[in-house]
Structures are given as C-alpha cells and as structure tokens.
C-alpha cells in the first residue's frame, strides 16, 4: 500500500495542521486518475483520505500513482469495506455527503477541522438510502440544470476548499514570492 510507506514523512503535516484536520471519503470510486488527483489535492491540503471498497483500481495502478505524483509522502490513506466500517471507527465524526440530489448548497454548510466530506462513485454517487438518512447534511454544489454533475476530482477540490476558506486556511501557505530576474534586452 502506498500511504503505509510514507507514514514518518507524513508527520511534517501533522505537526503543522494539528491532529484535527479535514477528511475526504470517497466510497467505491472507480476512476484511479481522479483518486489520485484527490490524494494530491489532500497532500497539498494537509487533509486525509478515506477510501471505502470496493475500488474500481488496484492502489498499485500506475495511473492512480502517475496523478498523485510525488505527493503520496504527505497523504495519510485509510482503507475501509464499507462505509458503516467507517463510521463505527469514527463514531463522534461530523459527515457532509455532497450529491446533485441536496436542497442545501455546500457553501452554506458550517464547516469545521474534522469534518469528514463525502463522495460516491463516479457513475451514481452516493446511495439513495444513504442520502435520504442523512437528508439535512447532504449538500450540493450549484451548477447549470442542464449538466449531470462535475467531475469528482473538481468536486472534491471545490468541497475542501471552501471548507478550508471557512476556517481560515489555518495551517496552510498563503503567500508566494516571485524571484527578481534580469532582463537581458
């Protein structure tokens, strides 16, 4: 597994975004170029991922490696067979479930470190009889009528940060630097 080799270089993130960090789930996701364009998104993000199986990859796809580059030293991956596995391992955890089917958009959600944000697959999203249980913290992410829904990589980057935006990016570079080059005319 990629994430278990990586564990001692992963503590840098802890020690700068604290225990408490964002948790992205994607339950059974098929797509290993979007799974790892995620796990980039959660390295660069301090954010860890969780993943509920069956994948439609194996985590040695070369695909899922070739997205992710060579980020996986500072994502923490966690593996689980269902969701209920997840969520009885998180018992005290806040979930949001983002779907095309919510009424509430994901921007008026209050987002807090820890939360964990969740996804389904790529060609139906999350199940129905999840979505209708957990009806008041489903969210959506608003979009023209006529398009089915975005891409699960881009959802997930719309989703995180926002969260991240309302709680102030904590942790997280905000300002770059241009380096001063001459000019030779």
């Excluded at 979007?34 to 993943?51: D, E």
């Excluded at 944000?117 to 009806?135: A, D, H, R």
Aim: aromatic share 12%; charged share 30%.
């Amino acid at each position: 597994m990629l994430a278990k080799a990586y564990k001692k270089d992963y503590n840098i993130i802890r020690i700068v975004r604290g225990e408490n960090m964002f948790n992205i789930v994607l339950v059974e996701p098929e797509i290993p170029q979007n799974a790892g364009n995620i796990a980039r998104t959660c390295a660069a993000t301090g954010t860890r991922l969780h993943m509920v199986r069956p994948l439609g990859f194996e985590v040695s796809d070369k695909y899922l490696k070739r997205a992710g580059l060579d980020y996986w030293n500072l994502v923490e991956i966690f593996y689980y067979d269902s969701f209920e596995e997840l969520q009885a391992k998180n018992p005290n955890a806040r979930f949001y479930y983002f779907t095309t089917k919510a009424r509430h958009r994901h921007s008026d959600a209050a987002f807090k470190d820890g939360d964990f944000l969740v996804f389904g697959k790529e060609t139906k999203g999350l199940p129905e009889e999840l979505l209708i249980k957990n009806e008041e913290t489903c969210v959506r992410i608003p979009m023209f009528e006529k398009a089915r829904s975005l891409n699960l990589s881009n959802s997930v980057a719309i989703a995180l940060y926002e969260a991240l935006r309302q709680n102030d990016f904590e942790g997280l570079l905000e300002k770059g630097e241009l380096h001063n080059h001459k000019w030779d005319v």
